[in-house]
């Protein structure tokens, strides 16, 4: 009896549902990979976000650097909690525009699934070491994170996502147009994820959630870090303006109280200018269904011409004052260098990889095959777990 209510308020609520025509609609989802149960209390979008969030994947990405390593201080942004950040971000943007929140969120907390350790660094280490394969493309690694790495369940491995949850993060940032992975190349053979096209609405306010969050906490990680200081971020006349309104309505506030207003009120821009300018494309193209955003030859979700310009004025003042100051750069040089170590000496010689990784090998090892394998083992270390690795095998005094 309580089962059979559950189950009809939820269909009920269903259908009560004010999504707008164009937003992704759960019961019209194109399903899963593998045959999988029906949840009478959550959506399948529900489902696909609660899997995310138990996985090991996304517990990892709280040891996993955003800008700082980890080992640098507590209180700066990781993977993790930039992730929270993303999602709570797009679910109040998918909310007032009336797209499916559960999707969006789920695709936020999965956006970043597949980052190496040490952020851009660790990227670049095993970009570099992975040139002659294809290089290094962390949306795959995500899909594989997804798709294969993390096993649940008896029947499949991976988390047997929704079509639209694993199509939103592999393309949040557009369509691809070269498969030049051969784990993506399989797998799409296998589940087409319309690579070619662009993703959902959902999927892109994912992507366009990432850039406020990271453009802001960075200003916030990086006037903690003491790498520039309130008078210097006025450099950014709209900075600038939103201090100086800020000082007359509360002077003589401290910089930790102004900080939050620059990036509180920044958050608050570009969201407003992204809602503005997304619901303005819709009505010029005409947009009534998911289908035709994807059909759009540009992104639906996008910033105002003036917003863009914003933001790349602060992208070059933190170029400038943070990402290439001497302590960032040393910190990189470290990280990248500890990534590119570890994939040379297991490359050498792959009896030094752990027996869990080196039971995946087949008996026949192409370099191909071996040098996957040690990508996806090192891309899936949190910062410290890069460190020690490293300390075990180049430090001769070390025990095993």
């Given at each position: 009896m309580v089962i059979d209510y559950i189950k009809n308020t939820l269909i009920e609520s269903e259908k009560n549902m004010t999504l707008a025509t164009y937003a992704t609609i759960s019961e019209n989802s194109r399903g899963r990979l593998y045959s999988d149960y029906n949840n009478i209390i959550r959506s399948p979008f529900q489902r696909d976000r609660d899997r995310l969030i138990?996985?090991?994947?996304?517990?990892?990405?709280?040891?996993?650097?955003q800008v700082f390593a980890y080992h640098e201080g507590k209180n700066y942004r990781t993977r993790l909690t930039h992730s929270i950040e993303v999602a709570q971000i797009t679910r109040t943007i998918c909310k007032k525009l009336n797209i499916n929140e559960d999707l969006g969120?789920?695709?936020?907390?999965?956006?970043?699934?597949?980052h190496a350790p040490f952020g851009h660094a660790g990227e670049r280490g095993l970009n570099n070491a992975m040139k002659k394969f294809g290089g290094f493309d962390h949306n795959v690694n995500s899909l594989?994170?997804?798709t294969k790495l993390e096993r649940h369940y008896p029947e499949f491995e991976g988390l047997n996502l929704c079509w639209e949850t694993l199509e939103g993060t592999i393309k949040h940032n557009g369509p691809i147009k070269k498969i030049r992975n051969s784990y993506l190349k399989e797998f799409n053979k296998k589940f087409d994820l319309e690579l070619g096209q662009y993703s959902s609405l959902e999927s892109q306010i994912a992507s366009f959630a990432d850039d406020i969050a990271y453009n802001n906490h960075d200003i916030d990680d990086g006037f903690r870090a003491g790498f520039f200081g309130i008078d210097t971020l006025k450099e950014l006349p709209f900075i600038a303006e939103i201090i100086n309104d800020f000082d007359k309505k509360h002077p003589h506030s401290p910089d930790n109280i102004r900080i939050y207003a620059i990036t509180r009120q920044l958050i608050a821009d570009m969201v407003f200018d992204l809602l503005e300018n997304t619901q303005n494309n819709i009505r010029k193209n005409n947009i009534s269904t998911s289908q035709d955003v994807r059909k759009q030859k540009q992104f639906t979700a996008d910033f105002s011409v003036q917003m863009h310009k914003k933001i790349k004025q602060l992208r070059e003042f933190l170029k400038k004052y943070f990402y290439t100051a001497y302590q960032v750069a040393r910190m990189d040089m470290k990280s990248q260098k500890i990534v590119e170590d570890l994939f040379a000496i297991f490359m050498n010689n792959h009896l030094l990889l752990p027996q869990d990784i080196r039971l995946q090998l087949p008996a026949k090892i192409t370099d191909e095959v071996l040098a996957e394998t040690?990508?996806?083992?090192i891309a899936n270390m949190?910062?410290?777990?890069?460190?020690?690795?490293h300390s075990k095998l180049f430090d001769t005094y070390r025990r095993f």
């Open positions: 138990h996985s090991s994947a996304f517990r990892r990405l709280d040891g996993k650097t969120e789920a695709i936020a907390l999965a956006h970043d699934l597949g594989k994170i997804m040690i990508c996806t083992y949190t910062d410290m777990m890069a460190v020690e690795e």
